[in-house]
């Protein structure tokens, strides 16, 4: 009985504890989580928002970073000029993915109003599950052979970007 109760309190202590820290990662402003991954970008067909279509087996033989974000997410959307910045630069192409988890989607005219300048396409849940996606906005760099090397939670700013950048063209 008594080792029972002792991992019901460790449970309870457990989900406190991540409570705390998911509480910590969508709130703070300036969370954010790096990490090394290997994970083969799967081939898929995206839909770009306003029309058209991007295969991402076309990227090959080029890094890029694969941006994951959520229009309803602050953090994602106080990146926009970080990353626009990025896209600007010309340095490492920018690939954004919206996540739309209802019927509703963005248009052209809501990408504007949010002063996008890098092409948006919508993701299929089916690409989320392979990429291990744990939190909005969620950056994977992506080397010249298909592989996530590197996956990035939370809000970047311009030096965190600028720092990422570097190594990958280094790597390349």
Same mark, same amino acid.
């Given at each position: 009985?008594?080792?029972?109760?002792?991992?019901?309190?460790?449970?309870?202590? &457990?989900?406190?504890?991540?409570?705390?820290?998911?509480?910590?990662?969508?709130?703070?402003?300036?969370?954010? @989580?790096?990490?090394?991954?290997?994970?083969?970008?799967?081939?898929?067909? &995206?839909?770009?928002?306003?029309?058209?279509?991007? #295969?991402?087996?076309?990227?090959?033989?080029?890094?890029?970073?694969?941006?994951?974000?959520?229009?309803?997410?602050?953090?994602?959307?106080?990146?926009?000029?970080?990353?626009?910045?990025?896209?600007?630069?010309?340095?490492?192409?920018?690939?954004? &993915?919206?996540?739309?988890?209802?019927?509703?989607?963005?248009?052209?005219?809501?990408?504007?109003?949010?002063?996008?300048?890098?092409?948006?396409?919508?993701?299929?849940?089916?690409?989320? #599950?392979? &990429?291990?996606?744990?939190?909005?906005?969620?950056?994977?760099?992506?080397?010249?052979?298909?592989?996530?090397?590197?996956?990035?939670?939370?809000?970047?700013? #311009?030096?965190?970007?600028?720092?990422?950048? @570097?190594?990958?063209?280094?790597?390349?």
């Amino acid at each position: 009985m008594e080792k029972k109760d002792t991992l019901g309190s460790l449970k309870a202590i &457990l989900l406190v504890l991540g409570s705390l820290v998911a509480g910590y990662m969508f709130i703070h402003p300036g969370y954010m @989580e790096r990490e090394p991954i290997n994970i083969n970008v799967p081939p898929a067909v &995206l839909d770009k928002v306003g029309g058209g279509k991007l #295969n991402l087996a076309s990227l090959a033989g080029k890094p890029y970073l694969l941006e994951v974000w959520e229009l309803n997410c602050p953090h994602c959307r106080r990146e926009i000029p970080v990353l626009n910045e990025l896209q600007r630069s010309g340095q490492l192409q920018v690939v954004s &993915l919206i996540y739309e988890p209802s019927e509703e989607q963005i248009g052209e005219k809501e990408l504007q109003e949010l002063c996008i300048e890098y092409p948006v396409y919508r993701i299929r849940d089916g690409l989320l #599950n392979k &990429l291990e996606l744990v939190a909005f906005p969620t950056a994977y760099l992506v080397n010249s052979s298909g592989v996530a090397t590197e996956r990035i939670v939370g809000a970047k700013d #311009n030096g965190v970007l600028k720092r990422i950048t @570097e190594r990958t063209i280094e790597k390349e």
